[in-house]
């Protein structure tokens, strides 16, 4: 069996896990369970790091002791890590007994190699970023250039690592090793670095008491980075050098956000050369996080509000979102009209309806499920399909695109519910088509069995609900098609994505007032009524969604390209807190073709598209596929 080790960082205790912490933590556990389905012996290691002087500092502010502070900071993490579902095989603390005498000995190993020699230390330090900061990185005022709070000026007696020695080998492991640090950007990054030189770093403080003392020198405690980055290899019990750490050493992946990334590429593999144990295989540094386009920031009260969105949307719809909406390595907007959006067009739209309905007809038309005995038209087609997104998944997973790796999934999806409609299977309830009817649901609940397993590493609640109403009561992870058993009674059903309406996401918002509220209740009275001839004029055609892209500065808008049969033409929809851009695409939707264009932000919008819209929005498309352009009456 094949071994595979993920880490998160460890995260400061000065004060609560925010959302930047659990994208970073659900990326690494989409990549533990991965493994762990494809028959690999995971260790996922995530833990906080609590030696730091911001939380000393953050202590002392609670009138607390730095250890009783650690021992309450610490659960909030563990409460958090299970409420998202995180299957991390350990929580590592750095006040355990077991990363203490790892970290020494992990020092003595380095001073044991002549590495290590003492030295006078003096500059500007940044007790959040717990660097110093050179000279010539500083403008005017002494500022830290990442969380702008003013830098201290430190002066004392320090032991020094000779990083310095070790600037050619790393230049050559990463030269060598394309893949070693993720993504291209940031590889690019500590290249540049690199190449400007590497000076010595500073490895003890003598002026701090909270810490781990030197092992040769008990007036000084080991410097916060050095400890921190020595605890992927003390949570394996490197002190005893165990089997546990015989197995997962060295790491698969080190999964951190860009902040953090030269530390973990450069540093600790430096660490590593010296003490001469192998570097890990991939450190991978994903995008930052934002709201609203700013920087997430405790003073400045910009924080995502994970609560209240999980609340509404569930922990799946919230770990979906996070891996859906970004590309891993680039920075991201948290928004949470997308989060919406994403709910209530992929999940509840494609994935929920989809499963509701078979089980539905499955419920209505036979008593367990049936055997596969017709097959006819599309039915290879599908099998083929599911084999190619299986075979599609590693290599996504292998290049962090969660996104494209959930998106090959969701074009599964959407495959099936056109199979459904193609088919018309609703229709062929009677004896001589009943055995093909059977066929066609047997295959489309077979994919959502499928489905179900290659969607489990990312939203595993969903991946088990929908297993238990297939009514599989042990989760089974094959990924052959056919596995399926019949003879077997499914559940009836229970929505798992219960729309949201955009009205309970909105619930914290003021209640109309005014004019608003006059409007409202206009639009609750009856309309007058319009003669025959009148409705006649409206040329209503259906039409096929070719394209659809956010307008720059409307939340609301989508600008769509539709393909009218006989012609393209753009419009603009107001649908874009209901539907994620990519999953309106190949949609048949109802165009009035003869309405006067008119321009909105810019887009000259040639026609409507129709949709019933109340508390939410949804779109009207005709109930088959049908030939683009024909006139709806
Ligand atoms: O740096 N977007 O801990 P830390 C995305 N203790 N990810 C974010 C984020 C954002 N806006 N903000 C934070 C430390 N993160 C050290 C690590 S490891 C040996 C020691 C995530 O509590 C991201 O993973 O400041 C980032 O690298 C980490 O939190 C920093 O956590």
Redesign the pocket.
Known sequence: MSAFYVT?????VNGEP????A??TIAADVLARYHRLKGAEVFFLTGV?EH?ANVYNAAKEDGLSPQAYCDKMAPTFIKLWERLNISHDIFFRTTSDMHKRGAQKFLNALYANGDVYKGMYEGHYCLSCEEFFPEKELTGEKICPIHQLPLQWLEEENYFFRLSKYQDRLLAHIHENPDFVYPAARRNELLHFLESGLQDVSISRASLSWGIPFPFDAAHIIYI?IE??S??ITALDYETESERYQTFWPADVH??????TR??ALLWPAMLMAANLPLPKQVV??????KDGE??SKTRGIFIDMDADIATYGVDAFRYYLLREFSFGNDGDYRPTRLHARYNADLANDLGNLLNRVLGLLNKNFEQIPAPTTPGEFDDEIRAMAQTTIDQLDAHIAAFAYDSALEAIWKFVRRINRYVQQTQVWTLAKPDTKPRMGTILYNSLEALRLISVLISPFIPDTAEKIQKQIGLEEFDTVTEWGHLPTDMTVSRGEPIFPRVETQKRKRKQAKPKGADALKQKAEKKTSPLVSFADFQKLDLRVARILSAEPIQGADRLLKLQVDLGTEKRHLVAGIAEHYAPDTLIGKQVIVVANLEPATIRNVESQGMILAASGESVVLATPEADVPLGTQVR
């Open positions: 998160t960082p460890i995260y400061y925010h959302a930047g912490n994208y970073t790091d730091a980075w921190a980055l605890n992927y999964m951190m956000g860009k902040d953090i530390f973990h540094g994903h995008g930052w996080l934002t920087a997430l």
